[in-house]
C-alpha cells in the first residue's frame, strides 16, 4: 500500500480582508490594526464568525471604522454613553420639551436598563427585536413600543452616517402593526353620560372659577391648556366666538444627567396648526363668561390689579399669573370628590369628548366637529372623539321602528297582537297555523 502526502494548498485573501483565517475549532477570526500603545506597540483587534463571509462582513465594517478615525471613541463607549449624548446635543433642539421628556423616559425606563452596557458593535437586530418584544409582554401599549423603535431608528441612523457602524440594526426588526383589543363599550365611552350631565352643569353653578372654564371646554371644546392661555381679546361676545390661538406648555429643565430640576409653565403655540381656530359659543357659555368676567373685575379691584384688560389672561391667577395644568386639575378633582362626581372617571379631557360628542349627538356633519376640535385628521375626530353608548342603539332602532312600522304596516291584526301576552301570542300563531294547513289541504282537493 502505497501512502501518499497530503497537499495543502493556500488560497489569496481578497483585497481588504484583512488578516482572515480558520481556526482549529473550525472556526473564522480576522484581525486588524487598529493602533499603536504609548509604548508604542501594535494594539490588535480581532472579530469571529462561522463562516468567512461572516467575518468578511466585520472586517468590512470594523475597517471602515478605524478609517473614520471614531474606533476609539466608539470602542470605549457603550449605548448608553452614546445615546444619552444624541438625545441631549442633538434630539433635544428638534422636539418640544414634553416630547423631550418622553424619549428620555423611553431612554431612561427601557432602553438603557436592557442594552445600555452594550457595544454598538455587539447590538444586532435580534437584541433589538427580543427587546422590544419584551415591552409587549410587559403589556406596554403597541404604540409606546412603536414609539420606542422609532427612537431608536433615528439613533442607530446618527450613528450610522457617523461610520459608528456599517449598518442600522432597526431594518429588520418587526412589530405588529395593529393591536387587538377587547371592545368594552362601558370603559370605551369617554364622555360624561347623559343621564349626569345636568347634575354636573347644577354643580358647577356653585364654582365660580371652574364653571367658566369647564363651560368652555365642554361647549366650545378647547383642550385645557388652550383654555388657560386664552386673553379677554380671544373673546368675542359680539360675534359670539372664541379665537385659539395659543396654549399654556409646562417646560422641565434638566442638570447635564438628564434629571428634571423643574417645570415652567408658559405660553406657547398650540398643539398643531390646525388647533388654531374661531369656535362659536352658545349662548349656556356666554352667560357664564359674561358672569365670570364681572366676578374678575371686582377680583382686581380688591387686589389693585386689572383682571379684565384685554392682554389679561381669562382663567389667571388673582395676581393675574398664569395658573398651571397641575394646580388646576387639583382644584378640578376637589369638586368631583366633593360632589360625588369622582366615580364616573371624569377628568378634564372628558368635557372636550363631550363636546364632540354632544354634536355627534345632533347628527352634524363629521368634518364641522374636526374643524370646530382643531384635529389634523377627521379620523382622530371619528374614532377617538365619537363614544357610542346605549342611547345610540336606541336611537337607531327607532329609526327603523318609525320607518317601518309607520310606512309599511301591512297587518292589520298588528294592535291586536300588540295586545297579546306572551301564552295568548302563541295560541293565536298555533290557531293561525292551523287554518292555513287546513286552507291549502282545501285548496288541493279542489
Known amino acids: 500500500m502505497v501512502k501518499r502526502n497530503r497537499i495543502i494548498t493556500k488560497t489569496r485573501r481578497a483585497n481588504n480582508e484583512g488578516s482572515i483565517y480558520q481556526r482549529k475549532d473550525g472556526r473564522w477570526a480576522g484581525t486588524a490594526t487598529v493602533g499603536y500603545n504609548n509604548?508604542?506597540?501594535?494594539?490588535?483587534?480581532?472579530?469571529?464568525?462561522?463562516?468567512?463571509?461572516?467575518?468578511?462582513?466585520?472586517?468590512?465594517?470594523?475597517?471602515?471604522?478605524?478609517?473614520?478615525?471614531?474606533f476609539d471613541y466608539v470602542e470605549n463607549h457603550n449605548l448608553s454613553e452614546l445615546m444619552n449624548e444624541w438625545l441631549f446635543i442633538f434630539k433635544k433642539i428638534q422636539v418640544t420639551p414634553r416630547t423631550f421628556e418622553?424619549?428620555?423616559?423611553?431612554?431612561?425606563?427601557?432602553?438603557?436598563?436592557k442594552i445600555g452596557n452594550m457595544k454598538l458593535q455587539e447590538i444586532s437586530s435580534l437584541t433589538i427585536q427580543k427587546m422590544l418584544n419584551e415591552m409587549l409582554e410587559e403589556n406596554l401599549s403597541l404604540d409606546?413600543?412603536?414609539?420606542?423603535?422609532?427612537?431608536?431608528?433615528?439613533?442607530?441612523?446618527?450613528?450610522?452616517?457617523?461610520q459608528f457602524m456599517l449598518a442600522n440594526p432597526i431594518q429588520k426588526v418587526k412589530i405588529k402593526s395593529k393591536e387587538r383589543k377587547i371592545y368594552d363599550s362601558e370603559n370605551k365611552y369617554k364622555a360624561?353620560?347623559?343621564?349626569?350631565?345636568?347634575?354636573?352643569?347644577?354643580?358647577?353653578n356653585n364654582h365660580k372659577f371652574l364653571k367658566p372654564l369647564c363651560f368652555v371646554m365642554m361647549f366650545a371644546g378647547l383642550r385645557t391648556g388652550e383654555a388657560l392661555a386664552l386673553n379677554w381679546e380671544n373673546i368675542d361676545f359680539n360675534k359670539?366666538?372664541?379665537?385659539?390661538?395659543?396654549?399654556?406648555?409646562?417646560?422641565?429643565?434638566?442638570?447635564?444627567?438628564?434629571?428634571?430640576?423643574e417645570r415652567v409653565t408658559v405660553i406657547s403655540d398650540t398643539k398643531t396648526s390646525c388647533?388654531?381656530?374661531?369656535?362659536?359659543?352658545?349662548?349656556?357659555?356666554?352667560?357664564?363668561?359674561?358672569?365670570?368676567?364681572?366676578?374678575?373685575?371686582?377680583?382686581?379691584?380688591?387686589?389693585?390689579?386689572n383682571l379684565i384688560d384685554k392682554k389679561s389672561l381669562v382663567f389667571a391667577n388673582k395676581d393675574g399669573s398664569i395658573r398651571t395644568y397641575t394646580g388646576t386639575k387639583k382644584i378640578f378633582y376637589r369638586f368631583l370628590k366633593k360632589y360625588g362626581l369622582d366615580k364616573y372617571g371624569i377628568h378634564f379631557h372628558t368635557l372636550r369628548h363631550t363636546y364632540s360628542n354632544m354634536l355627534f349627538e345632533a347628527d352634524q356633519n363629521p368634518k364641522v366637529i374636526q374643524a370646530l376640535l382643531g384635529h389634523k385628521s377627521v379620523k382622530t375626530t371619528i374614532t377617538t372623539y365619537n363614544s357610542v353608548d346605549k342611547?345610540?342603539?336606541?336611537?337607531?332602532?327607532?329609526?327603523?321602528?318609525?320607518?317601518?312600522?309607520t310606512n309599511k304596516n301591512t297587518d292589520k291584526n298588528?294592535?291586536?297582537?300588540?295586545?297579546?301576552?306572551?301564552?295568548?301570542?302563541?295560541?293565536?300563531?298555533?290557531?293561525?297555523?292551523?287554518?292555513?294547513k287546513q286552507k291549502r289541504h282545501k285548496d288541493f282537493e279542489m
Open 240 to 261: 359670539k366666538t372664541i379665537s385659539v390661538e395659543k396654549a399654556i406648555a409646562t417646560i422641565p429643565k434638566f442638570d447635564k444627567n438628564g434629571k428634571i430640576t
Open 102 to 113: 418622553n424619549n428620555l423616559i423611553k431612554f431612561k425606563k427601557y432602553i438603557e436598563p
Open 275 to 305: 388647533s388654531v381656530r374661531t369656535v362659536p359659543m352658545p349662548e349656556i357659555l356666554i352667560s357664564a363668561l359674561k358672569d365670570y368676567k364681572v366676578e374678575q373685575e371686582l377680583n382686581g379691584d380688591l387686589h389693585n390689579i
Open 192 to 204: 360624561i353620560p347623559q343621564e349626569i350631565r345636568e347634575y354636573f352643569i347644577d354643580c358647577l
Open 144 to 162: 409606546y413600543v412603536k414609539k420606542t423603535k422609532f427612537l431608536l431608528r433615528q439613533f442607530f441612523e446618527y450613528a450610522v452616517d457617523n
Open 39 to 70: 509604548d508604542g506597540k501594535i494594539i490588535r483587534k480581532t472579530v469571529y464568525g462561522k463562516t468567512r463571509m461572516e467575518v468578511t462582513k466585520k472586517m468590512t465594517e470594523l475597517t471602515k471604522r478605524i478609517e473614520s478615525n471614531n
Open 391 to 405: 342611547s345610540y342603539f336606541q336611537k337607531a332602532t327607532d329609526v327603523i321602528n318609525n320607518q317601518y312600522n
Open 414 to 436: 298588528n294592535d291586536f297582537k300588540q295586545e297579546l301576552d306572551e301564552d295568548e301570542l302563541e295560541e293565536y300563531l298555533q290557531w293561525k297555523k292551523e287554518r292555513e
